[in-house]
């Protein structure tokens, strides 16, 4: 079996998820207030499920990148966002799109 470090796919893979960890680190909080404005609870545990993943000393891409494109598609499709939360909405939909590319 192929170590992972030797293969270019799970390495781009794994600075993927340090990457969302990045911005999770410095935008992790307003991204789950602005999950909770547009699902509630469900939007919460999305958040949590997100950093405790990310959390982990070798976060696992694929459930990292799960859960971004989970995310995303959470804020896209929310509808009736308060005027209060329109701009976070926006850039958060924005940087997460971005992440999941």
Do not use: T
């Amino acid at each position: 079996m192929k170590d992972s470090f030797e293969d270019p796919n799970a390495e781009r893979a794994h600075i993927h998820a340090y990457q969302i960890a990045h911005f999770c680190k410095w935008h992790g909080a307003s991204l789950c207030d602005i999950l909770e404005v547009v699902a509630g609870e469900v939007g919460v545990n999305l958040c949590c499920d997100l950093l405790g993943a990310l959390s982990q000393k070798h976060p696992d891409p694929a459930l990292v990148a799960e859960l971004v494109d989970r995310a995303r598609s959470m804020l896209e499709v929310a509808q009736d966002v308060p005027e209060a939360a329109r701009d976070a909405h926006r850039w958060h939909g924005a940087r997460l799109s971005e992440l999941s590319a």
